[in-house]
């Protein structure tokens, strides 16, 4: 059997990384978007809509089904931010954006710095049709950087047994994270979606 070619609808090559390797077996062949493709602008207030927005591009720029995650963190001491800007709240490297995070929590109790990295991946076929999945994962939020794994705020964001996402190794990671718990749930409409087109 062939693979299923389909585009994910991401120039971060960490992403594509990530979903290679969560896909790994399931009969896809996973391109990234070209370099030099068109930005498209993030113009959503949920990360369903923007999630949607990049899938409907990425599939009439390609002509193929088309995966697009939008994802953030969401911290509950600051309503929700940084939320849908999670990439771009702060300008400039992930670290930058993780500096200013920190920042903004320095004085928030341990008890209160509750947050969760939501995903949500929306599915575009050629023929127009459309499908979302959402995944979420509780953690909270460290005092300081740790571990080198990982992108994003993986350093600060830490899970149920203690570690920060970044302290992990992939494998484990793609056990647990948002983006696999919302990618298990397409993967289960997947092949369906496929064949109805």
């Known amino acids: ?5 389909l585009v994910l609808a991401t120039k971060n090559q960490g992403k594509v990384r990530e979903f290679r390797s969560l896909l790994a077996g399931a ?3 996973i391109v990234g978007l070209d370099p030099d493709a068109p930005e498209v602008s993030e113009t959503g207030d949920t990360f369903e809509e ?3 927005i990049k899938a409907r591009a990425a599939s009439a720029l390609t002509g193929l089904p088309a ?3 939008d994802s953030g963190i969401v911290v509950d001491a600051l309503g929700g931010e940084p939320g849908v800007h999670s990439a771009r709240w702060v300008p400039g490297s992930d670290e930058d954006r993780v500096r200013a995070l920190l920042a903004r929590m ?13 995903s949500v991946i929306a599915v575009v076929l050629p023929s127009g049709r459309e499908e979302l999945f959402r995944g979420e994962l509780e953690g909270r939020l460290a005092e300081a950087p740790r571990g080198t794994g990982g992108f994003g705020y993986d350093p600060i964001f830490v899970v149920a047994d203690g570690r920060t996402v970044a302290e992990m190794a992939l494998e484990e990671k793609n056990g647990i994270s948002h983006r696999s718990r919302a990618l298990a749930r397409c993967l289960e409409r997947l092949p369906a979606l496929l ?3």
């Open 195 to 197: 064949e109805e087109g």
């Open 67 to 69: 995966l697009a995650e």
């Open 1 to 5: 059997m062939s693979q299923k070619r």
């Open 27 to 29: 009969g896809f062949e």
């Open 106 to 118: 320095a004085e928030v109790p341990a008890e209160r710095r509750t947050a969760r990295y939501v």
């Open 50 to 52: 923007n999630a949607l």
